[in-house]
């Protein structure tokens, strides 16, 4: 087998949540706990940190992998989905798992794999972890697949656990109320280990807390005042936010967006935590802030480019701008819907689609009323019709036509463009991963 033929296989014969929804998906640590013997408890031979949450999950992995590099250390980062490559789930220092790896891995594995009917997330996960072991990683940062208590990812015992925030999403498997998806999410707390939690409501602070005294976990809010590390922050006109910070001087962050300003808090509560556990001690000298300042500026200002990340408000067209961004739910569009109404344009276009399980009421009740709109459907078995959406568009005052594919509405979009006017392309992950695919 070829590396296409590999990942075909993957896609095509393994039950996968990304591409058929709740028939793909896989509850129970089962068939984990048994690959993972098979494969020796790879995870027990590198330190990790692990990041559950809502909304905010794969630009704090990245982020926080991109200081750990910068600081000097050997980074494993396994994130989901991917958006145009298979490899780019499993990275060690920014590059992507090597072809190679993936075909002899399956190829020589899959006599073993194939009677226990596992997911495509377990063996991609038990796949990430054998590559970290290989690679003599000194620390994973591990991004939730879905949930927490029950993901596969969650047999790892980490230096640090991490919740960026709590929204209804999946609500079919996860639970209808954001308590109970607090309390899913919640079991990546681990006895006597570190948990920061981003953001929180009235409704999920008490789970949180109830969570981690049961386990006698540390636990700390990037919210509070004591913990607030970021001051203000404002987008710069090259791309990016800038910063003022309590204990850093003012610095800038490459990734842009609103809900960027929150992600970093969290990402500013890891780092000092990792410091005072004594893991960034050896990278630097205590006493040289200036050192210190150097080196997160650059791992901050350069997360695409160390990491890999892609899709977060990620500009990629000029005359006329051409941004897309993942945000895929509500509590993503309420910072979106924000974010387009500071464009300054002549006009908007917006090129949207989203898959069956959101809230597609909630959503549009957040989009611009003053954009033309390019309605399409992803190449996933989970896709809104674009047929529906431009009825339920109706309803709210948007305007604009049905296509079938990303690349057809894209298309449209930019003939139908003026060198002054904006383009945004989103709604979905997937809506993304189509067009950034098509680019290549």
Known sequence: MNYKEVTEYL?????????QGTAGYKEGLETTLKLDEHFKHPHEYFRSIHVAGTN????????????????GYRVGLYT?????????????????????????FVEKEREFFEPLNPSFFEITTA??????????????????????????????????????????????????????IAMEKGGIIKPGIPVIIGETTS?????????????????YFAEDEDEREIISAEPVPEGGMLYKAKHLADFKGELSGLYQVKNM???????????????????????????????????????SKITGLMGRWQTVGN????????????AGWEYLSKQLEMVKC?????????????????????????????????????????TSLKIFADQFGLKGECYATVPEAVAAAIAAAQSNDFIFIGGSTYVVADFLKSRN
């Open 11 to 19: 896609y095509s014969q393994v039950p996968s949540f990304e591409k």
């Open 56 to 71: 905010g999950k794969g630009s704090v992995s990245h982020s926080i992998a991109s200081l750990l590099q910068v600081f």
């Open 80 to 104: 989901s989905p991917h958006l145009v490559d298979f490899s780019e789930r499993i990275r060690v220092n920014g590059q992507p798992i090597p072809q190679d790896y993936v075909v002899e």
């Open 127 to 180: 796949l990430a972890f054998k590559f970290f072991k290989d690679m003599n990683v000194d620390i994973a940062v591990v991004e939730v697949g879905l949930g927490g208590r029950l993901d596969c990812t969650n047999i790892i015992n980490p230096i640090l656990s991490i919740i960026t925030n709590i929204s209804l999403d999946h609500m079919q498997l996860l639970g209808t109320s954001v308590e109970q």
């Open 203 to 219: 409704e999920t602070r008490p789970i949180f807390e109830a969570l981690a005294e049961e386990k006698k976990a540390p636990i």
């Open 265 to 303: 808090n969290t990402i500013m509560a890891a780092m000092h935590r990792l410091m005072d556990e004594d893991y960034l001690c050896q990278c630097y000298d205590p006493d040289n802030n200036r050192k210190i300042q150097e080196e997160m500026t650059l791992a901050l200002t350069n997360v």
């Open 319 to 330: 005359n006329p701008t051409i941004v897309c961004d993942t945000g895929h739910n509500v």
């Open 346 to 386: 002549n006009q908007m276009h917006i090129v949207f689609g989203v898959v069956e399980d959101k809230d597609v009421y909630g959503i549009m009740n957040l989009l611009p009323k003053n954009a033309t709109y390019y309605f399409t459907k992803a190449q996933t078995k989970r896709a809104f019709p674009e």
